[in-house]
């Protein structure tokens, strides 16, 4: 699974100060104590026994959520599936093939969340089962008999199901299991389609099974709809047959186990395009007939990610096909459905809006890793999700570190650090990777599943290397195939391939919460010939979080104007510790954590001389960001060091070095950013040059603003664009209409602002046309100008732009961001109207109580935890 809200985690700080989160770097060291480590137990560890010594008569034990205690093992399940898209309901009939796990069994517990059923017997006898359904939930069969281990039982239940929501996550923000999107033909230029969402366990909504991720059986469905629809699911498609009537029935096979969350359908009139079989394998892709050409891009590099990561885990794909599809209002980013992908229609664009979409890459990489990391082997309880997630989450670094290099995976580890990090800072509460006090299941999918587990697999790659990590891996995947698997036995896998207890690893980083904060100081002592480090961990104890980290990790130490260094491999044990290293001269530079690979806090005052020196002789991505994000712009060594970022092979150095620009550069400067420019190779670069040219009145820049407007890029022409109308304005209205038909992020976002500043309400038709194309944090911009617009216009047009914006507000069908961005414009629209009413006048007073009303109910109703937290912050009782 994929959580679409990449930066949600942070999007409180946004809604206060409209920033982003800080980005905290991470650094390293070696050893001598600086004082004794006096460790004094927390009170609230005793704080259940009373001063007598008897425990108190409401003590509890602490909850933990176990896994799913299994009776039965669920072999094989063949559905038999038709549709009633006018009341959104499933017509099934479900044979289940099961035996008792370990003890005689006479009474079956089934998850049917909203079902009416028509029969329940065994598939071998009319005679009916006797069952209770009281909660609507599960169901509990009569068997008539006992079953023993190894026997089989093969069940035949026909059924109706009325999938609906009850719940949700900031992941997934709806739990229906299966959704008809438009069944009725009701939304003019809208697909109907039908697909499903599983995870966590969703799926008994639309079928009866066993939801818990510890099952897993094979699978058949068979499937029938009007001849214009494709179906897709899990395995082979066997068959397809013509009825006769309209209609065909689609015949789809699994023969590899995997969970129920897993099964899926997607369903609607789809292109197929079919890539070049890997080693045999299908390879396909599910788009809308107008996205067909661009199939390739919206879901890049497949072949080749199929290719390298078999090589890397020592294991080649193991399913029968590999699709993707792209559905319509999906409740998620994307999910893993085993060898039937499902993704948001965020994923569509032509070539030129995708050459920029960095997460169409990301995103293919995370769901294909899953393959591996969480379908073949899988979590065997939602406490050890980062099982699942964390894997697919750093399987973003992998990738990008083999396609792009490492300064591009580096970037997007720093990324993953402040999503984790920011997580915190908006008040979530540090908690255990394998966390089994929960309070709800939906509760796991945030930034420690992802982030977090994503970095501490990076760390044990670093402490153990290349070859035992990925060997490792291997042995994980190769012990634990088909089956599921709690944290013990990844740590045995390393353990196994390592020769090392690495308890100390997973009790720290797994069983126990928080990261380690460092301050560090640093000193060289001439007399004693040797430079040093001073560390202290300052985390505080509370939530579960170690006094004291045991991190190892690299120094580097650069003597004598060396572009070599000296490396001290080291382990931090201590709460205050001293690293020396010897050295006769002053060293030019000290870089802690020299991999940069310590998901930490760290407090460190660095010179500038030693910062200039870093950015110098550093090997990695953060020490070229660092100095010129912390150095004083004003030294003239510093600005040398900017002009040494816009010329950095990396695109986010170039960007950065861009930001630190005075707005009087000199001509050196000038001519290296009309350069960047003019023809930069990385879009954002280009397009954050000529805003800053823009700013600073460059006299070349409109030449260059025009010269944009003909890039491939669309984030450059919304550059040029923008940049167009604040000299020729004339110019610029005519270019904007020959572009508004793009659906392009960045053209949006530029047209947006460009109509806004008019303040015309004749362009509130624009806004409306791409209202639910917008996405991300640009969301916030582009409603707030739509509401800004809405003011302007009559009565009539104001009413109908709230009615469109409150409709995103509440569908939960529709990107978080989105639903975020126009919650917080109706409210903002409801101050204003509510500041203008008068008591006499009844028309707007009765129209200010609908709106109250409306906002509460949003805001009441919604599912999503995370979400509904942001709503509260918006409009507060």
Not at 80 to 92: A, H, M, P, S, Y
Not at 150 to 171: C, F, H, K, Q, R
Request: with cysteine; hydrophobic share 35%; charged share 25%.
């Amino acid at each position: 699974m994929y959580k679409l809200l990449y930066t949600l985690l942070a999007i409180t700080l946004l809604i206060a100060s409209c920033g982003t989160p800080k980005t905290v770097m991470a650094p390293e060291m070696e050893f001598r104590d600086l004082d004794t480590l006096v460790i004094t137990p927390d009170p609230e560890d005793y704080s259940v026994i009373e001063v007598d010594g008897r425990v108190p008569s409401d003590y509890r034990l602490p909850v933990y959520r176990a896994a799913y205690e299994r009776k039965f093992d669920l072999l094989h399940t063949k559905l038999t599936l038709r549709f009633d898209w006018e009341k959104e309901q499933v017509i099934g009939q479900a044979e289940l093939r099961l035996t008792p796990l370990s003890k005689m069994q006479r009474q079956l517990r089934l998850d049917a969340k909203g079902f009416e059923f028509k029969a329940i017997r065994l598939a071998n006898s009319n005679s009916p089962l006797n069952y209770s359904y009281d909660n609507g939930q599960e169901v509990f069969i009569e068997l008539g008999r006992d079953y023993r281990p190894g026997e089989e039982i093969n069940l035949y239940i026909d059924y109706v199901a009325t999938p609906a929501a009850s719940g949700g996550s900031s992941a997934i923000t709806s739990d229906k299991g299966l959704y008809f999107i438009n069944p009725r033909g009701e939304t003019p230029g809208q697909p109907k389609q039908i697909w499903t969402q599983g995870e966590t366990e969703s799926n008994s909504r639309w079928f009866p099974t066993i939801d818990k991720p510890n099952e897993r059986c094979t699978q058949e469905m068979v499937v029938t709809v009007k001849d214009n629809y494709k179906v897709l699911s899990n395995g082979t498609l066997m068959s397809s047959t013509a009825n006769g009537d309209g209609t065909r029935t689609d015949y789809w096979k699994m023969d590899l186990p995997h969970a129920p969350y897993l099964f899926m359908l997607a369903i609607g009139e789809f292109s197929v395009v079919e890539d070049d079989n890997w080693n045999g394998i299908p390879v396909d892709y599910w788009v809308e007939k107008e996205y067909e050409s661009y199939a390739e891009d919206i879901f890049p590099y497949t072949p080749e990610m199929l290719t390298f990561f078999s090589e890397l885990t020592g294991v080649d794909y193991p399913w029968p096909k590999y699709s993707q599809v792209v559905v319509r209002e999906y409740v998620s980013g994307a999910m893993e459905n085993t060898t039937g992908v499902i993704f948001g229609d965020f994923m569509y664009g032509d070539e030129r809006e995708l050459m920029d979409a960095e997460v169409n890459e990301k995103i293919v990489a995370h769901e294909m890793f899953h393959h591996w990391f969480g379908d073949y082997v899988t979590c065997e309880s939602w406490s050890n999700l980062t099982l699942n997630e964390g894997f697919a989450n750093y399987s973003e670094y992998l990738w990008l570190e083999k396609k792009h290099g490492r300064d591009a995976a580096d970037e997007h580890l720093l990324t993953e650090w402040a999503g984790y990090l920011g997580s915190l800072a908006n008040g979530s509460t540090p908690h255990e990777l394998i966390w089994t006090d929960y309070e709800d299941k939906e509760d796991m999918f945030d930034a420690h599943s992802y982030n977090k587990g994503g970095a501490v697999l990076h760390m044990l790659r670093n402490y153990l290397g290349d070859d035992v990590f990925f060997a490792s891996l291997e042995y994980y995947l190769t012990e634990n195939q088909y089956s599921p698997v709690e944290v013990d036995e990844l740590r045995i896998a390393f353990e196994e391939k390592s020769g090392q207890d690495l308890n100390w690893f997973f009790n720290q980083w797994f069983h126990q919460a928080g990261h380690p904060q460092l301050s560090l100081e640093y000193g060289f002592d001439a007399e004693a010939g040797e430079a040093y480090v001073d560390v202290k961990q300052t985390q505080l104890t509370t939530n579960n979080v170690p006094a004291v980290f045991q991190l190892p990790v690299a120094v580097d130490v650069y003597t004598k104007g060396s572009a070599l260094p000296q490396r001290y491999d080291v382990m931090i044990n201590q709460r205050s510790q001293r690293l020396t290293f010897p050295s006769t001269t002053k060293p030019d530079a000290i870089i802690f954590d020299a991999e940069h690979q310590l998901l930490a806090e760290i407090d460190q005052e660095l010179s500038d001389e030693a910062l200039i020196n870093q950015f110098r002789v550093g090997k990695r991505l953060v020490d070229r960001m660092m100095p010129l994000e912390k150095l004083d712009a004003s030294l003239p060594a510093a600005r040398q060091i900017t002009k040494d970022g816009l010329q950095d092979p990396y695109g986010a150095v170039r960007l950065t070095a861009i930001g630190r620009l005075s707005d009087t550069p000199d001509n050196d400067e000038l001519n290296l950013l009309r350069l960047l420019a003019g023809n930069d190779t990385d879009s954002e670069v280009r397009a954050a040059a000529l805003d800053k040219l823009a700013e600073i009145g460059d006299e070349q820049v409109a030449e260059l603003a025009t010269q944009a407007l003909k890039a491939k890029s669309y984030l450059v022409v919304g550059s040029g664009l923008t940049t167009l109308a604040s000299i020729d304005p004339e110019l610029a209205a005519r270019e904007v209409k020959t572009l508004e038909s793009s659906d392009s992020p960045a053209l949006i976002r530029a047209i947006a602002g460009i109509y806004g500043t008019t303040g015309d309400p004749a362009n509130i038709a624009y806004f409306n046309e791409k209202m639910d194309k917008v996405d991300g944090q640009e969301s916030f911009a582009f409603y707030g100008t739509y509401l800004m617009l809405l003011m302007q216009a009559d009565e009539v047009g104001q009413i109908n732009g709230l009615d469109a914006i409150k409709s995103i507000a509440e569908s939960r069908g529709q990107s978080p961001w989105r639903r975020l961005a126009a919650y917080r414009s109706y409210v903002q629209a409801y101050q204003g109207i509510s500041a203008q009413a008068d008591e006499t006048d009844e028309v707007l007073s009765k129209r200010v109580l609908e709106m109250n009303n409306t906002l509460k109910a949003i805001r009441d109703n919604e599912p999503a935890g995370q979400i509904k937290d942001i709503f509260g912050q918006m409009f507060p009782d």
